[in-house]
């Protein structure tokens, strides 16, 4: 086990990384932000993953958003490690139950909203552990324990990769996209439900996929409903960065055929 003073340590850090990090506002209140994301329970998790090797160390926040944060952490090697935390605070969560209730993996709906948090980051550990699976780029998942994900970092810390949001994007990026689509349908099981231009890396060997936490099985209730939501959210995309193609429902012919 860690040493009965490493919380106080690593909440120290925290708060250092927290403060200098340009993804805060200026006038937050960087104590209660950090204590939001990391409560009693959360602390012990940090510590249980560090006592089991999946985790070293844990510095700055990368990316921040309503459910949860992503922290450059390293590994036992001192390698980069890409952190997820998700709040157990968070109130958005009551409203992705769908997600879930049709997943046969799961079975019995969690009561409680901690409990929630905890079968969403194992949903989307198992998420990631089948698209790679089917050989779909995606951040390799490494380790889970209650609210926190410990995945590969893509990207050259402390800055994560590009997403296509934030990049040019041409025909090469469009015949992976729905390729991809085509692959999670038909390899994986698997529809993100999700799917934007914001949950996709570039990379120099090419896009990996993230944020797979809503990812639903094909033999979902509304699996077919999210693929037309994640196939024309992506048409609309690249329409308007000039790149064309099928249409939605040529899309959705040519993946449930």
Known sequence: MAEPDESVKIR????????????????????????????????LAVEELIARKDLSELRGVVRAGKEARVYLGEDRAA??????????????FRKRMGYIAGDRRFGKLPAGSRETVYLWTRKEFK???LAQGAGIRVPAPLAFLKNILVMEYVGTPP????????????????????????????????????????????TESGPVLFDMGSAVLSSHPQAQEFLRRDISNMVRFFRKRGVGGNDADEWMRVILR
Do not use: C
């Open 79 to 92: 390698g980069p490690v890409a952190v997820k935390i998700y709040l157990t605070s968070a109130s958005d």
């Open 127 to 129: 998420n990631l552990q």
């Open 12 to 43: 120290e850090r925290l708060l250092r990384f927290e403060r200098e990090s340009r993804y805060l506002r200026r006038d937050s209140d960087e104590r209660k932000v950090l204590e939001e994301v990391f409560d009693r329970s959360t602390m």
């Open 159 to 202: 800055a994560p990769a590009p997403t296509f949001s934030e990049s040019e994007v041409g025909d090469e990026e469009y015949a992976w996209t729905f390729k991809t689509l085509d692959a999670l349908w038909t390899r994986a099981g698997l529809v993100h439900a999700d799917f934007s231009e914001f949950n996709i890396f570039r």
